[in-house]
């Protein structure tokens, strides 16, 4: 048994650790002040020792390191996580409530007979432990309460802020023996969808496009824009419905998340279920033509204008 209160579980692809790493450990170090116990962070496959180095930020108490593989594989992550909390014993265990999170975390807590809650935005660990989380398209908050010694929570990118300052983290190489024997599956390869590798969800900044733009033809201008700032293009969903954009570049509930510097949002009116994918950015900027649409209602700049009249303004001014 050891002193660790919280074990967090970092999440890296293809060679580079997710933002969501680092809010893990936000999150985590929240988690474990709550106890007053450590924080521990576990990081599995891949460049463990560059992870490590990278993890080892202010509030972490010791990085667990298991070198096997290079990407994520459920069987391995599942049966890692296993035997360091038979190691550490942690009273919570935390992961990204990502697509690879989702795929082992429920199958971890099952197999340790925890409880566990999924897409986690806020808690708060007294005697018992209360996390919110978000319904009905984020039109309704509501708390779960967690009547139990040990508990595994995911929580959802963007909702704490990344953990900064360099840590004296105890680095420790795990002792994991993984069972060949026990996996069900066998991770070939690493494929794309479509729209290439770009990743919304690590852009700095992002010019997104909605419905306002009226034909596919049209968003060569918002591309024209976006090449001008040096920024990342992405959209509401009724554009990727339309196939105009692919899948990965959909802001919002059924979308990617996102926490860009800047986030203009051209033609988007500012529905619930995308506003769920980018109100943690850190300056909203929205150009529409209706000035009671709800995107001016989190926006820090507004402007009211036709964007076929805005945009090829910020294009002359922006362009070299
Ligand atoms: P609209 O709501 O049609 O808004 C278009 C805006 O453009 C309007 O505000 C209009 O005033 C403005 N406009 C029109 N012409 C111009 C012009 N010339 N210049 C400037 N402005 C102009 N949506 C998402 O985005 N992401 C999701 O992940 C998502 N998930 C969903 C999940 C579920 C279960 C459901 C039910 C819905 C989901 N939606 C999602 C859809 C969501 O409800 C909205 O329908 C969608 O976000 C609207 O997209 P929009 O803002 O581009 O279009």
Do not use: C
């Amino acid at each position: 048994m050891s002193d660790a209160a919280v074990l967090a579980v970092a999440e890296h692809r293809r060679g580079e650790l997710r933002d969501v790493s680092h809010e893990l450990i936000t999150a985590g170090r929240e988690l474990a002040d709550d106890f007053g116990g450590e924080l521990h962070v576990a990081v599995i496959s891949g460049d463990v020792d560059g992870f490590a180095e990278e993890l080892n930020r202010e509030g972490v108490d010791a990085i667990h390191t298991v070198d096997h593989g290079e990407e994520f594989d459920h069987g391995v992550y599942q049966q890692a996580v296993e035997a360091l909390d038979a190691d550490l014993a942690p009273t919570a265990l935390l992961f990204p409530n990502s697509v690879n999170g989702l795929d082992y975390a429920p199958a971890v807590a099952e197999g340790l007979d925890v409880p566990y809650v999924s897409d986690a935005i806020a808690f708060d660990a007294g005697d018992e432990l209360t996390v919110t989380r978000e319904m009905y398209g984020s039109k309704v908050e509501t708390t779960v309460d967690v009547d139990a010694d040990r508990y595994a929570l995911s929580i959802r990118g963007g909702e704490w802020p990344a953990a900064e300052g360099t840590g004296d983290a105890e680095i420790v190489a795990a002792d994991v023996d993984v069972d060949e024997t026990r996996l069900g599956a066998e991770v070939k390869g690493f494929e794309e969808v479509g729209g290439g590798d770009v990743d919304i969800s690590e852009a700095e900044f992002l010019v997104s496009i909605g419905r306002g733009i009226e034909e596919e033809e049209n968003l060569e201008l918002i591309e024209e824009l976006a090449d001008a700032l040096d920024a990342t293009l992405s959209s509401s969903r009724p554009i990727v419905d339309n196939g105009w954009l692919p899948k990965n570049r959909q802001v919002g509930q059924s979308g990617k998340v996102v926490t860009p510097d800047v986030y203009l949002a051209i033609g988007i009116s500012g529905a619930v279920q995308h506003v769920a994918g980018m109100k943690g950015s850190d300056t909203i900027i929205a150009i529409n033509t209706d000035p009671n649409a709800p995107i001016f209602d989190i926006a820090d700049y507004g402007i009211v204008g036709d964007l076929f009249e805005v945009v090829p303004e910020l294009i002359d001014e922006f362009s070299d």
